[in-house]
């Protein structure tokens, strides 16, 4: 008896049926699709055909593990690199290798289970499961993946023979071939993220361009190029945002009401946010005779941002601001950095202070922590603030002066006194200001003036982030040190060897603190020295950093020291308002228990955010410096041998600070030879000895602001006076039996 009931006939195998399967089931092998749409025996073939014809076509792309895709259509699991964020701030993503299509789509980023960790930033990787929505691709984060693989900046230059992507990095070697899809849109002289692929085309390495940055003509691509070449974050994820934008100013409850205080801040002209303020006034104590009472009251950033949360997360993350010219990469949101947490003029804010009373010699006598509400009475700059301590105050200081500015200066004069008791490291370094003018190029650079006033606010705040790091310790609370080893005694050593060069005697054995330095700058003031000298005594010191371990402050002379007076811009300074609070009892918004397990870690990661932003800006400064030296080509200068290495003589211009080579090369044809003791090249023939601190006339023969390089040659072939120093030996160093002789290397 035939069977009644009919089977189900397989769809008829077409392009059209092919492809609106694979729409609904992306990523489906040929087994798959046989088996769905009922091929079987000889069919097979004729799917192989019609697949291949697919893919010659366009309209079909291969995906991993023999696995195919309709054009331009995503799979529904993929690793994703998160690009940016929307209007609204939520995270976007691409497809971290895409093959299909002009351009890859775009995934809007959904919470997943990872979403109680850190915030995600551009460049990460996420492996997420893909949904396709009448509004676009969501994905769903099912792992971090970490930050995307290596990545190269570069800029589009086209030529007759194709484009190419030139790295701005002098170590890599090699421009990267890009597809031409990606670069048929790119203006040649375009900045971008390159992402290198697998393979080479004519030798060359293939790359992706990830990101598009700008052209190199703007002004503003100079610090994009620091931002983006050092790994900065700058794009806060869209919680973090949220949180900040719904914060709301703080109550006085539970805080202290000192708004009646007359405190005040003076800071920079160009300050970007204020985050400290300053009261002082003389001890009513009887018997503290002469005593002074000094108030410094912070933003209390503890108050806003909470362990843990996305604000708290990013913060870490990013470790610190971050300062360029032209620009600053905030560690927080402008709604909390430029708004609540800014101690703005006549605005009530919330803040942590200390109330230390100093004796008649300026010695701290005691202190005590309080949360606060104060109002500014008024905000100076350093300039503002000089004058009116020089007796000449302008319009907004005359007022300020009997009641608020006197009683300050009082008080400075006599930290100040403790403070030179004290004997910290006094090195003199001019520091570069750089004036971006308004058409965002570079308008001056010029040295900036150390004023008294600046001074003053520097010992405020150093006796504040002593009487932190005293209270905790006292309350037995953890914290983040900051702390600076003295120098190695390998550091020590090669300073000896130096200053025997300068006719400067320094025993190698004697206890080192930070007046045996002043001692030998105060030497060497007002001669050849003075500059080279300073220089030399910053490198022998040893690197600050952040750590739960306490060895003391070196450079300060102090026994205790942590980072309290700036937690807009540092997370550390956080972290100790933190443990200030569950120390002292302060209040809501202490030191957690995750925090407290993972201090360690905390204190290496900011550590490393700090030495990152410290070179971003560098280069920042460097490659500015070399856009404004780019129409002085050709120019003369007498420049001041800065460094001394095997491949040449680093020089320094005294007008701009700039910086650039004196290759070898340049040297003429004599052999010269690197003596590390002296810091100096030494002629085999002639022994002309270039030296650190030398002074030598030279050409700018090339200003490089891609790389921030500048190049010098010397002029007509000069050369430095002729020193019939010692013979240098073979391997470097030199013999110099006059400095050595009698005389024992002490441990």
């Not at 929307?86 to 919470?111: K, S």
């Amino acid at each position: 008896m035939a069977n009644s009931k009919k089977s189900k006939s397989p769809p008829a195998l077409s392009k059209e049926t092919v492809l609106a399967h694979l729409a609904a089931h992306p990523g489906d092998t040929k087994r798959d699709l046989a088996k769905a749409l009922g091929v079987r025996g000889e069919d097979r073939q004729a799917l192989k055909r019609l697949l291949k014809e697919l893919a010659d076509e366009g309209l079909l792309q291969r995906g991993k593990k023999k696995s195919f895709l309709k054009a331009g259509a995503l799979p529904s699991v993929a690793v994703l690199e998160i690009i940016g964020a929307d209007t609204d701030g939520e995270l976007l993503a691409r497809p971290a290798n895409w093959e299909g299509g002009d351009e890859a789509p775009q995934v809007l980023i959904m919470p997943g289970r990872d979403e109680a960790g850190p915030a995600l930033g551009r460049g990460e990787r996420v492996l997420a499961r893909i949904t396709e929505t009448p509004n676009g691709a969501e994905g769903r984060v099912i792992k971090r993946l970490g930050t995307s693989v290596h990545r190269v900046l570069g800029v589009v230059r086209h030529s007759s023979t194709g484009a190419r992507v030139e790295p701005i990095d002098r170590k890599t070697r090699y421009a990267y071939v890009v597809d031409k899809r990606e670069l048929a849109d790119t203006p040649d002289g375009e900045l971008v993220v390159v992402e290198p692929l697998a393979g080479r085309v004519d030798g060359l390495p293939r790359g992706r361009i990830a990101e598009r940055l700008g052209s190199m003509n703007e002004p503003k691509t100079v610090s994009l190029i620091a931002i983006h070449a050092h790994g900065i974050p700058t794009v806060f994820p869209a919680e973090a945002i949220r949180e900040a934008e719904s914060a709301k100013p703080a109550s006085p409850k539970s805080r202290k009401d000192w708004r009646e205080i007359p405190l005040i801040t003076i800071d920079p002209e160009d300050a970007r946010d204020h985050d400290d303020a300053i009261w002082a006034g003389p001890d009513p104590d009887k018997a503290n005779q002469g005593g002074h009472i000094v108030i410094v009251a912070i933003a209390d950033v503890a108050h806003y941002v909470r362990p843990d949360s996305a604000l708290d997360r990013e913060a870490r993350n990013r470790g610190n601001s971050v300062y360029f010219p032209d620009r600053v990469v905030p560690m927080l949101p402008e709604a909390l950095s430029a708004d609540l947490c800014s101690l703005r003029e006549a605005e009530d804010r919330a803040a942590l202070a200390v109330r230390m009373i100093f004796d008649a010699n300026g010695v701290k006598r005691s202190h005590k922590f309080e949360r606060i509400l104060m109002r500014s009475e008024a905000r100076l700059t350093y300039r503002e603030a000089q004058a009116a301590f020089d007796g000449n105050p302008g319009p907004k200081t005359q007022p300020l002066v009997e009641n608020i500015l006197a009683p300050i200066w009082a008080a400075y004069q006599a930290m100040a006194a403790a403070r030179d008791a004290r004997a910290p490291l006094e090195l003199d370094l001019p520091e570069r200001r750089i004036i971006i003018g308004d058409n965002g190029k570079i308008a001056s650079i010029a040295y900036r003036d150390r004023l008294e006033s600046m001074r003053l606010i520097e010992e405020c705040m150093i006796q504040a982030n002593v009487a932190a790091a005293e209270s905790l310790e006292k309350a037995r609370e953890p914290l983040l040190y900051r702390i600076h080893d003295s120098p190695s005694f390998e550091k020590i050593s090669a300073f000896s060897d130096y200053l025997r060069t300068i006719d400067m005697p320094f025993a190698k054995g004697q206890t080192i603190k930070p007046a045996v330095f002043n001692r030998l700058l105060a030497r060497a003031k007002g001669t050849a020295h003075e500059e080279v000298l300073n220089e030399i005594v910053l490198r022998t010191q040893a690197q600050a950093v952040y750590s739960p371990g306490n060895v003391g402050h070196f450079g300060l002379n102090l026994g205790r020291y942590a980072h309290f007076t700036s937690p807009i811009r540092r997370y550390a300074d956080l972290v100790v308002h933190r443990a200030l609070i569950s120390g002292l009892k302060l209040g809501e918004g202490g030191l957690s228990e995750k925090e407290t397990s993972r201090l360690t870690e905390t204190a290496e990661h900011i550590s490393m955010t700090e030495r990152r932003a410290m070179a971003a800006e560098r280069d920042s400064v460097d490659r500015y410096v070399a856009a404004f030296m780019e129409d002085r080509v050709g120019a003369v200068f007498d420049a001041r041998v800065a460094s001394v290495t095997r491949f040449g003589l680093f020089l320094r211009l005294a007008e701009t600070g700039a910086d650039g080579l004196l290759p070898m090369r340049a040297l003429g044809t004599e052999r010269f030879r690197h003596d590390e003791k002296r810091h100096a090249l030494i002629g085999e023939r002639t022994r002309t000895t270039y030296r650190l601190g030398d002074i030598v006339t030279v050409r700018l023969a090339e200003a490089a602001p891609l790389t921030g390089g500048l190049r010098f040659e010397l002029v007509g072939g000069a050369t430095p006076e002729i020193r019939r120093g010692p013979k240098p030996v073979r391997n470097g160093r030199s013999q110099d039996r006059a400095g050595a002789k009698g005389k024992k290397r002490k441990s």
